[in-house]
């Protein structure tokens, strides 16, 4: 079993910058491919950005490319969604995901329990 923690969300104005982290536990964190999602009001979850177990392959979103980057620090087992250029359109709730897997799936196995980011105009 994985345990996943959000946390970093807030408000932020558009232009700005923030940084989401998520602490990962119950599992060697190096075997886990890590990812991050969004959910905006009314819509489906969406994918935002993806990092297989070492870090070296990342993969993003059209609609974050060159804004977002993630980022794992496999000693603190915490993954990164650093986020810049925010815009209103960004505001969503983010989940952190995980898969005991070499990459993400499109169903991560695991789910964090969310953390807002709210960007204004």
């Known amino acids: 079993q994985v345990q996943l923690v959000e946390s970093g969300g807030g408000l932020v104005q558009a232009g700005g910058s923030l940084t989401l982290s998520c602490a990962a536990s119950g599992r060697t964190f190096s075997t886990l491919a890590m990812g991050w999602f969004r959910q905006a009001p009314g819509k489906e979850r969406q994918f935002v950005a993806a990092?297989?177990?070492?870090?070296?392959?990342?993969v993003y979103a059209d609609s974050v490319k060159g804004r977002f980057t993630i980022a794992r620090d496999n000693a603190e087992s915490t993954v990164y969604l650093q986020m810049s250029s925010l815009k209103p359109e960004d505001t969503a709730v983010y989940y952190c995901?995980?898969?005991?897997?070499?990459?993400?799936?499109?169903?991560?196995?695991?789910w964090g329990q969310g953390t807002q980011v709210t960007v204004s105009s």
């Open positions: 995901a995980a898969d005991r897997k070499v990459v993400l799936t499109t169903s991560p196995e695991y």
């Open positions: 990092s297989n177990w070492s870090g070296r392959s990342t």
